[in-house]
């Protein structure tokens, strides 16, 4: 196992390559969260900052989470080629649809129907482990263009604004997410 302060070139390169990361946050109370993410929503800004595009979800544990305490967790794991696990471990802030800096901050990233949050993750330490725990899983497909996109695109900005309400205003622990300026709007 390796550990250092920032990535490098080669975990940069592994980053890049890989189709799924896994997100995981926790408040001071209540349960741990850990997601799956995909389709074009991670950007490296730099060897210490890594931003992340989150899209809409049936929950939005990470934004009440990361509102609370801002401890982050990001693991990259190869399911293809040499074993490998990446764990960037940091701070993250976030920018919302109605926060100042939300354009700037999506600026980066392809526009994809259902865009809910920008994660900007300051990291404060990298590592690495072997990874051969891990099985070879060549990459099929992404259902993000065919299943995820589609969906909210459908629903339109009204929809999309009627499904965080309903679904993405609070945690399953009851924490607010800021997705919405002011809820009761």
Not at 64 to 70: A, D, L, M, S
Request: proline fraction near 4%.
């Amino acid at each position: 196992m390796a550990e250092g302060s920032k990535l490098n070139g080669t975990l940069r390169r592994f980053i890049e390559d890989q189709k799924v990361f896994f997100v995981a946050t926790a408040a001071r109370d209540g349960r741990v969260n850990l997601s799956p993410k995909g389709a074009d929503s991670l950007r490296i800004i730099s060897d210490t900052h890594v931003r992340w595009l989150n899209l809409s979800g049936s929950g939005n544990e990470t934004a009440g989470h990361i509102k609370q305490t801002n401890r982050i967790t990001m693991m990259f794991c190869a399911f293809e080629g040499d074993a490998l696990i990446l764990r960037l471990y940091g701070r993250a802030t976030i920018k919302h649809p109605h926060d100042e800096g939300w354009s700037q901050a999506i600026a980066d990233f392809p526009q994809m129907a259902g865009s809910r949050q920008v994660f900007d993750v300051e990291i404060d330490s990298v590592q690495t482990s072997c990874g051969t725990g891990v099985p070879i899983m060549p990459f099929q497909e992404s259902r993000v263009e065919t299943e995820l996109l589609p969906f909210y695109a459908d629903m339109g900005p009204d929809g999309v604004d009627a499904y965080w309400r309903k679904k993405n205003l609070q945690t399953i622990d009851g924490f607010d997410t800021g997705l919405l300026k002011d809820p009761a709007d």
